[in-house]
Each structure stands twice: as structure tokens, then as C-alpha cells.
């Protein structure tokens, strides 16, 4: 049963996740969302690897959010940090959610890990169950299958379902290379090591 739609960036987690749905064959679609990262071109390139790396063609949908606000978080040290989008999970949620309603799909998986929920809220399984329990009406429920697990947990799955070298973690590639300083990097690199 094709019942699960997955918001894919072309990371680590997510396409872990696009693993696990084209194993249990439960893969329905994928929705990638551009609301103006820096890095959306090589996101955007690794999803497309992620499905040719799993053999899989489910539905694919883009979602344009380019005009989106993104504000720069503060570092502890005061200067500008990583840039934040507010509401962000909530606003791929809702189309995710929509794009399953429309192919019949009652799940909408996130890759939200452990490791993320310390810094976002919208990361925690409360803030998951608030928004399921939001979506039911619909007939859609979220799910985080990762929220439980560590970074380096889910490296070694990408590794051990050959999505590892697949994936793109960074947030500000520097002439389309990672970056190697940002969040995302250094939670890889930490994680790999």
C-alpha cells in the first residue's frame, strides 16, 4: 500500500526515510520545498539521486516558498548564526499533507531526529502529535519514524542503505562544495566520524 507522502531536502535523514517507504513499498510521493535556501539547487540534485539511488519514481511535487522569511539566529557570542525560517516545518507540513490528500496517502513523514529537537521546538514529538492530531481531519497523520535517534544513528542507516553518498548536508555552500562550518556539516561530519 502507497500511503506515505515523505518531505524530502536530499538529506541524511530524509533519505533514509525514502529508503524505508520504497522497502515496505509504501513510497506514494515526495514534496521538495524551496522557499530560498542557499543550498536548494544541490537539495534539489541530491533528491533526484536519492530516488534513482532507491529505484523508485513516486509522485514528485516542488513547492515554491521563495518569498518566505528567513531571519539569522544569535549566536551565543552575539554575532549572527545559523538562518532560521519561522514556522518552517509547519509550512511544508501543510503542503505535504495537501499533496497526500490529493494522491490518497494517509502519512506525511519528516526527518526530524532526537539530535534536533534540543534546538527545534518543531523537531519535538509533542510539537508532532499536536500537528497530526491538526492534520486528522483530513485524513493525514505525521509521523517522525527518526525523532528517537541519534545523527550518527541515522548515518550509519543511510550508509548501510548505500543513501549516504547520496545525500547533500550543508546550508551555505561555498561555489556549489560544502561548506564544511555550518549546522548541518558539522552534525555529518560529527556523525561520520
Given at each position: 500500500?502507497?500511503?506515505?507522502?515523505?518531505?524530502?531536502?536530499?538529506?541524511?535523514?530524509?533519505?533514509?526515510?525514502?529508503?524505508?517507504?520504497?522497502?515496505?513499498?509504501?513510497?506514494?510521493?515526495?514534496?521538495?520545498?524551496?522557499?530560498?535556501?542557499?543550498?536548494?539547487?544541490?537539495?534539489?540534485?541530491?533528491?533526484?539521486?536519492?530516488?534513482?539511488?532507491?529505484?523508485?519514481?513516486?509522485?514528485?511535487?516542488?513547492?515554491?516558498?521563495?518569498?518566505?522569511?528567513?531571519?539569522?539566529?544569535?549566536?551565543?557570542?552575539?554575532?549572527?548564526?545559523?538562518?532560521?525560517?519561522?514556522?518552517?516545518?509547519?509550512?511544508?507540513?501543510?503542503?505535504?499533507?495537501?499533496f497526500a490528500v490529493r494522491l490518497g496517502?494517509?502519512?506525511?513523514?519528516?526527518?526530524?531526529?532526537?539530535?534536533?529537537?534540543?534546538?527545534?521546538?518543531?523537531?519535538?514529538?509533542?510539537?508532532?502529535?499536536?500537528?497530526?492530531?491538526?492534520?486528522?481531519?483530513?485524513?493525514?497523520?505525521?509521523?517522525?519514524?527518526?525523532?528517537?535517534?541519534?545523527?550518527?544513528e541515522v548515518v550509519d542507516e543511510a550508509r548501510e542503505?548505500?543513501?549516504?553518498?547520496?545525500?547533500?548536508?550543508?546550508?551555505?555552500?561555498?561555489?556549489?562544495?560544502?561548506?564544511?562550518?555550518?549546522?548541518?556539516?558539522?552534525?555529518?561530519?560529527?556523525?561520520?566520524?
Amino acid at each position: 500500500m502507497r500511503d506515505v507522502v515523505i518531505l524530502c531536502s536530499g538529506g541524511v535523514d530524509s533519505s533514509v526515510l525514502v529508503a524505508r517507504a520504497v522497502r515496505d513499498q509504501r513510497l506514494a510521493g515526495v514534496v521538495f520545498v524551496n522557499y530560498g535556501q542557499p543550498a536548494a539547487l544541490m537539495e534539489w540534485r541530491a533528491v533526484q539521486q536519492i530516488l534513482k539511488g532507491v529505484g523508485s519514481e513516486p509522485m514528485f511535487h516542488e513547492v515554491p516558498l521563495t518569498t518566505t522569511y528567513v531571519r539569522a539566529m544569535k549566536d551565543p557570542a552575539g554575532s549572527a548564526g545559523a538562518r532560521v525560517v519561522p514556522v518552517r516545518n509547519l509550512m511544508m507540513v501543510a503542503h505535504a499533507a495537501n499533496f497526500a490528500v490529493r494522491l490518497g496517502a494517509s502519512e506525511v513523514w519528516i526527518g526530524a531526529i532526537g539530535d534536533d529537537a534540543a534546538e527545534y521546538h518543531d523537531c519535538r514529538p509533542e510539537w508532532m502529535a499536536l500537528v497530526s492530531s491538526a492534520l486528522a481531519g483530513d485524513g493525514v497523520r505525521l509521523a517522525a519514524p527518526l525523532v528517537n535517534m541519534s545523527k550518527r544513528e541515522v548515518v550509519d542507516e543511510a550508509r548501510e542503505f548505500g543513501m549516504l553518498d547520496l545525500a547533500w548536508s550543508c546550508y551555505t555552500p561555498i561555489a556549489g562544495k560544502p561548506c564544511m562550518s555550518c549546522n548541518s556539516c558539522r552534525s555529518r561530519i560529527g556523525a561520520s566520524a
